[in-house]
């Protein structure tokens, strides 16, 4: 514990749970807690500010709040609606208003962003980015999405990306719909828990790791990331989210996928160093994504 660093507050919104936690990085977290992410919005917002108002007084007041949320939301600050989340397939959450609502909570700084951005900026601040200014988080959990940094910082144009949800080459007979509300078989109604779960009848965390499924989602995977290669050429790719978690031997069949798809046009070993230290799991673990709201509360003050 460090009594000269402020003490921050974080949110992180995800589609299965909403982690809330206090502290100044991964080596004090004072205290951290799990709310499930219910159909009701408001209940569970509610839930959040009594957790956010007891900590304020048990803890001590915090000197900036950071609330990293599951997308799409709205980052533009001129907009009305800025800080609330927006098109979702989450039942119960379109169209509500986040950052706003827990900024007149406590009168600090308040920094918003997508949970993925925000774990992506936490790897940077302390975790398996630290010291490259270009880099990729992907989240493979609920759903897929990815935090892009470039030089430094999120990448954004009229809003953040979604490249959770591009369309991709399928693997040949692969002739599933998917399961995207909105896509179908995009990335993340292939590889996504939910998709996972649609397409094999079971929980990602129950789907035999011989099941041919896992193939199908390293495959929907490995064309995500060659895609953020070409794209974007980051130094390193992490991949992260309760799915490759639960299942680290996925990773290793994503790499040797991605490698067949580039197909010799970029030669990992020679830029990066090789694939296994180029797409690797995230240096804070599962506790990336909940820091990710510490390291944006962090980056307002």
């Not at 992180?12 to 080596?27: A, F, N, S």
Request: charged share 15%; with cysteine; net charge negative.
């Amino acid at each position: 514990m460090n009594a000269s660093t402020p003490l921050l507050g974080g949110v992180e919104l995800g589609g299965t749970k909403c982690v809330c936690l206090i502290g100044t990085g991964p080596d004090d977290i004072r205290e951290q807690i799990a709310i499930p992410t219910s159909g009701d919005a408001n209940a569970t917002l509610n839930q959040i500010e009594a957790v956010l108002c007891n900590w304020n007084t048990s803890h001590g007041p915090i000197a900036a709040l950071g609330i990293a949320s599951f997308g799409p939301v709205d980052l533009d600050r001129t907009s009305a609606h800025y800080g609330s989340i927006t098109s979702t397939a989450k039942p119960g959450w379109r169209n509500t208003d986040v950052a706003k609502r827990l900024a007149k909570l406590f009168p600090v700084p308040v920094g918003f962003d997508t949970d993925v951005n925000g774990a992506a900026l936490a790897e940077g601040r302390w975790g398996a980015a630290r010291h490259l200014a270009d880099f990729a988080y992907v989240t493979v959990g609920t759903g897929v999405g990815v935090g892009l940094v470039i030089d430094g910082r999120p990448a954004y144009g009229f809003s953040h990306s979604e490249l959770g949800h591009i369309r991709i080459a399928r693997k040949a007979g692969d002739l599933w719909q998917g399961a995207c509300a909105f896509h179908g078989d995009c990335v993340e109604g292939l590889a996504s828990g939910v998709a996972i779960a649609a397409r094999a009848g079971l929980p990602a965390s129950q789907v035999p790791q011989d099941s041919p499924v896992w193939e199908l989602v390293a495959h929907a995977l490995a064309q995500l990331l060659h895609t953020i290669v070409l794209a974007t050429a980051p130094r390193r790719i992490l991949i992260g989210g309760g799915v490759t978690e639960g299942r680290p031997e996925l990773l290793g069949c994503v790499r040797r996928q991605l490698v067949e798809s580039l197909n010799g046009y970029l030669s990992l070993d020679e830029l990066t160093g090789g694939i296994d230290g180029y797409a690797v799991p995230p240096g804070l673990g599962p506790l990336a994504g909940p820091l990710g709201a510490l390291a944006l509360a962090a980056d307002t003050l």
